[in-house]
């Protein structure tokens, strides 16, 4: 099989997600007054509305519609007033009424979009980007200094009910191959349920994973999901077609379903662009199919082939009234709108003058974006701390929490992280001392002063000590030099790596290289 970055010359590929997140903040269900409860003892949380017996009658939770329409508004959809439920027709066991309730052509939140920021590897998967200068727009994209914007149309957000849970015993990893019983817990039946689908905009499987990421930034930041992708409250379908370059019809797409993980859904779209790419080539058709990802064997295979809308039999409800949203409603929703992840880098920008990129990347935990603004107002908001705070912040602690680890809020408070800040602002130690004082404070439990004096850490500032050492340096190596000056400038590295070395790795980097520069005749 080609590499994706070949079949991208060729090709382009077409994506569009379906976005299923489950309202887990709410109390109760969509329909009835049963508690929502995740791990609960199975069918504890039942009652006739849910079971689906004949004859109950389901009420719309009215909290679970704010959440939808707090969603609509923080991804600038229009709030349709005049909605109604439908009738999805489906047998399975998992639905005992024989049907989901779910929205119709037009749901509560229609024709919204969100902005992606594409940079760094996020960016590299775009074809083409080099031709683009900054500011340089090509159909959904504008090009920036260190990547693009793309922007995303989102079709619709509708409520839906969540199915009950099947449990498959006696075959491998809980899937129904091999299983002797399959149990159903309806605990999980009629949990309220949001899917939000992408118009067809995303071009790269990187682009898919920023929309993911960024729509579950906003939902956590909205607290109306805890968007937990290993739980299951969060999952999604990608939908992926290719054409060739140039042309504008769509392509046959498959369909992923129930992705689980981020990585999942780009590595699951890659495989499935470049196995498209194969069969077409090879004069091939692709056939309208859901197909499963498994990340142990990296390859998609086929679920089944779609169903038509027809095969689905929707009406509306006849049970449940059209629903109309007043003017009030919805602006008392969105007076409870909160600070967004995109305002939030904008005020980080404006109030302490970080960079866009560094603003962008702390934004992406409320927990370190919230640590951030402890640690300036700690600091007194100096402005010098800024952007060695983000570094760290960034770098350090939010690769921490995305390996999974969460950190103790009286181990690092703000006081010991200003207190490491001001070291690293004032020179006191250097960036890599930085690092590893922030883990000894980690694991030791102590103020980074302390650790910096156990440990012997200070930066030698003092350029007279250090231009002595770069005079020896420079002396003992007089063939190195004779080359560097020859032209082979990637010496560089090696006198500083000697500088270090011999101030044993106290000489602040910065000075080091100034002097090595003046002396060196640049
Ligand atoms: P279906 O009826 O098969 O569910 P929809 O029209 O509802 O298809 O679209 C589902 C998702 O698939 C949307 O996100 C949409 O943007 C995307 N999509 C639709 N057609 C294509 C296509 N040809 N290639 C890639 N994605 C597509
Ligand atoms: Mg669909
Ligand atoms: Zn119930």
Same mark, same amino acid.
């Given at each position: 099989?080609?590499?994706?970055?070949?079949?991208?010359?060729?090709?382009?590929?077409?994506?569009?997600?379906?976005?299923?997140?489950?309202?887990?903040?709410?109390?109760?269900?969509?329909?009835?007054?049963?508690?929502?409860?995740?791990?609960?003892?199975?069918?504890?949380?039942?009652?006739?509305?849910?079971?689906?017996?004949?004859?109950?009658?389901?009420?719309?939770?009215?909290?679970?519609?704010?959440?939808?329409?707090?969603?609509?508004?923080?991804?600038?959809?229009?709030?349709?007033?005049?909605?109604?439920?439908?009738?999805?027709?489906?047998?399975?066991?998992?639905?005992?009424?024989?049907?989901?309730?779910?929205?119709?052509?037009?749901?509560?939140?229609?024709?919204?979009?969100?902005?992606?920021?594409?940079?760094?590897?996020?960016?590299?998967?775009?074809?083409?980007?080099?031709?683009?200068?900054?500011?340089?727009?090509?159909?959904?994209?504008?090009?920036?200094?260190?990547?693009?914007?793309?922007?995303?149309?989102?079709?619709?957000?509708?409520?839906?009910?969540?199915?009950?849970?099947?449990?498959?015993?006696?075959?491998?990893?809980?899937?129904?191959?091999?299983?002797?019983?399959?149990?159903?817990?309806?605990?999980?039946?009629?949990?309220?349920?949001?899917?939000?689908?992408?118009?067809?905009?995303?071009?790269?499987?990187?682009?898919?994973?920023?929309?993911?990421?960024?729509?579950?930034?906003?939902?956590?930041?909205?607290?109306?999901?805890?968007?937990?992708?290993?739980?299951?409250?969060?999952?999604?379908?990608?939908?992926?077609?290719?054409?060739?370059?140039?042309?504008?019809?769509?392509?046959?797409?498959?369909?992923?379903?129930?992705?689980?993980?981020?990585?999942?859904?780009?590595?699951?779209?890659?495989?499935?662009?470049?196995?498209?790419?194969?069969?077409?080539?090879?004069?091939?058709?692709?056939?309208?199919?859901?197909?499963?990802?498994?990340?142990?064997?990296?390859?998609?295979?086929?679920?089944?082939?779609?169903?038509?809308?027809?095969?689905?039999?929707?009406?509306?409800?006849?049970?449940?009234?059209?629903?109309?949203?007043?003017?009030?409603?919805?602006?008392? +929703?969105?007076?409870? =709108?909160?600070?967004? !992840? $995109?305002?939030? @880098?904008?005020?980080?920008?404006?109030?302490? &003058? /970080?960079?866009?990129?560094?603003?962008?990347?702390?934004?992406?935990?409320?927990?370190?974006?919230?640590?951030?603004?402890?640690?300036?107002?700690?600091?007194?908001?100096?402005?010098?701390?800024?952007?060695?705070?983000?570094?760290?912040?960034?770098?350090?602690?939010?690769?921490?929490?995305?390996?999974?680890?969460?950190?103790?809020?009286?181990?690092?408070?703000?006081?010991?992280?200003?207190?490491?800040?001001?070291?690293?602002?004032?020179?006191?130690?250097?960036?890599?001392?930085?690092?590893?004082?922030?883990?000894?404070?980690?694991?030791?439990?102590?103020?980074?002063?302390?650790?910096?004096?156990?440990?012997?850490?200070?930066?030698?500032?003092?350029?007279?000590?250090?231009?002595?050492? +770069?005079?020896?340096? =420079?002396?003992?190596? !007089? $063939?190195?030099? @004779?080359?560097?000056?020859?032209?082979?400038? &990637? /010496?560089?590295?090696?006198?500083?790596?000697?500088?270090?070395?011999?101030?044993?790795?106290?000489?602040?980097?910065?000075?080091?290289?100034?002097?090595?520069?003046?002396?060196?005749?640049?």
């Amino acid at each position: 099989m080609k590499t994706m970055e070949e079949v991208l010359r060729d090709w382009e590929a077409v994506i569009g997600l379906e976005v299923h997140c489950e309202l887990t903040k709410l109390e109760t269900k969509m329909f009835c007054g049963c508690k929502l409860e995740f791990g609960a003892e199975p069918n504890t949380h039942t009652c006739p509305v849910c079971l689906g017996l004949p004859g109950a009658l389901p009420v719309p939770n009215k909290a679970a519609i704010e959440n939808i329409v707090l969603a609509g508004l923080a991804t600038n959809c229009d709030i349709e007033k005049h909605t109604m439920f439908y009738r999805k027709g489906y047998m399975y066991p998992d639905m005992s009424k024989n049907f989901q309730t779910t929205q119709g052509p037009k749901a509560f939140c229609m024709r919204g979009w969100l902005d992606l920021d594409m940079d760094g590897r996020g960016a590299e998967e775009r074809y083409n980007l080099a031709a683009l200068k900054p500011g340089d727009r090509d159909e959904n994209i504008t090009r920036t200094e260190d990547g693009y914007i793309a922007h995303v149309g989102i079709t619709r957000i509708h409520m839906e009910e969540d199915a009950a849970k099947l449990v498959h015993v006696g075959g491998a990893e809980g899937r129904i191959e091999g299983a002797t019983e399959s149990l159903v817990d309806y605990n999980r039946a009629g949990t309220p349920l949001m899917e939000l689908v992408t118009e067809p905009d995303l071009r790269t499987p990187e682009e898919a994973r920023a929309f993911m990421q960024k729509l579950r930034q906003i939902w956590l930041a909205l607290d109306i999901s805890d968007c937990s992708m290993e739980e299951g409250s969060l999952r999604a379908d990608g939908n992926v077609s290719l054409r060739r370059r140039g042309s504008k019809e769509l392509g046959t797409k498959t369909e992923l379903k129930n992705i689980n993980s981020f990585k999942s859904l780009h590595d699951g779209l890659a495989y499935e662009i470049c196995r498209q790419a194969e069969v077409l080539e090879e004069g091939g058709i692709i056939y309208q199919e859901t197909r499963h990802w498994d990340p142990s064997t990296k390859r998609t295979v086929v679920m089944r082939v779609k169903e038509t809308a027809d095969d689905y039999r929707m009406f509306p409800d006849p049970d449940l009234a059209p629903y109309d949203l007043t003017d009030e409603f919805i602006d008392n +929703v969105r007076a409870k =709108l909160p600070e967004l !992840p $995109d305002q939030k @880098a904008k005020r980080f920008i404006a109030d302490f &003058g /970080l960079s866009a990129y560094d603003a962008r990347h702390l934004v992406e935990h409320r927990a370190t974006a919230n640590f951030f603004e402890a640690c300036m107002q700690e600091g007194a908001a100096k402005a010098e701390f800024a952007k060695p705070l983000a570094n760290l912040l960034i770098n350090d602690i939010a690769a921490r929490l995305n390996a999974g680890e969460s950190l103790d809020a009286d181990v690092l408070t703000p006081v010991r992280m200003v207190q490491l800040v001001d070291m690293l602002a004032t020179d006191a130690v250097s960036s890599k001392q930085g690092k590893e004082i922030l883990a000894a404070v980690l694991e030791e439990d102590k103020d980074p002063s302390v650790i910096a004096d156990e440990r012997g850490m200070k930066q030698v500032s003092d350029t007279s000590a250090l231009e002595a050492i +770069v005079d020896q340096v =420079l002396a003992s190596n !007089p $063939d190195k030099v @004779a080359a560097y000056q020859g032209g082979k400038k &990637g /010496l560089l590295g090696f006198f500083m790596g000697q500088c270090m070395k011999a101030s044993r790795g106290q000489g602040n980097p910065k000075l080091f290289n100034q002097l090595l520069m003046r002396k060196l005749g640049e």
